[in-house]
């Protein structure tokens, strides 16, 4: 694993290691949060609509789709047709979830919801998450992303496509996005506690951050290695 990626991915290995436990860790002090009363209200604060890791998480998806379609489309990397594509849809649907996140830029400069969008909007805004029969139901896009994410390190073992596979060391980031939209979707059946509902709902803006952590360290994880690849190219 350290050869892949000090070769590989040209990181040492303290960064692998950081990578891959950085989910475990932020996951271990948001949760920290709701086991002492003292510190719950803080926790939920963190989470509300408009709050820093909403905030920040609008600002990751927002870099890392603009890094994505900059790099795709002034850097001359190795790709073939259907890669280049890949990554120039995947850039653009960051873009739209970043801008879902403030509501397209409702959160900022206040406008009005149309009359007509805000009847079939469960929460009355611009956004497209939020429509009827979509609201709700968010866990089955995170639980999407959390299992593509697995698929996507697989993809590695296939020389084919080898060039748009996930990094093993995201591993982390995709296991705990699914499992916690797994925990999200059983919750919606079989309620436990209103406290604990509450909180699994409202903990899923953290899980759309390490949504947002993971996406930009695939893109800047893989450019790094096609650039690699392309200056041994022109050397060789």
């Known amino acids: 694993m350290e050869n892949l990626f000090t070769n590989h991915y040209i990181i040492s290995k303290k960064i692998t290691l950081i990578i891959f436990i950085t989910p475990f860790i932020l996951t271990l002090i948001m949760g920290s949060f709701f086991i002492f009363r003292s510190t719950e209200n803080f926790g939920f604060w963190l989470l509300e609509e408009n709050s820093p890791i909403e905030l920040l998480t609008f600002i990751i998806f927002l870099i890392s789709g603009v890094f994505g379609i900059y790099t795709i489309r002034n850097i001359n990397l190795p790709l073939e047709k259907y890669a280049k594509l890949f990554y120039i849809v995947f850039s653009l649907f960051l873009i739209l979830i970043a801008m879902e996140e403030i509501s397209w830029g409702q959160w900022f400069f206040h406008f009005e919801t149309p009359r007509e969008w805000s009847k079939i909007n469960g929460q009355q805004e611009t ?104 200056k041994n190219i022109i050397k060789s």
């Open 127 to 230: 956004t497209l998450h939020n429509l009827n029969g979509m609201q709700g139901h968010s866990e089955f896009l995170r639980m999407f992303y959390g299992a593509g994410g697995v698929f996507g390190v697989l993809l590695g073992f296939f020389n084919k496509f080898k060039k748009i596979s996930a990094p093993p060391v995201l591993i982390s980031w995709f296991l705990i996005i699914f499992c916690h939209a797994v925990v999200d979707y059983i919750q919606d059946r079989v309620s436990i506690s209103v406290r604990y509902d509450f909180a699994i709902v409202k903990t899923s803006e953290f899980i759309e951050l390490l949504i947002a952590g993971s996406s930009f360290l695939y893109l800047w994880l893989n450019f790094r290695t096609l650039l690699k690849h392309d």
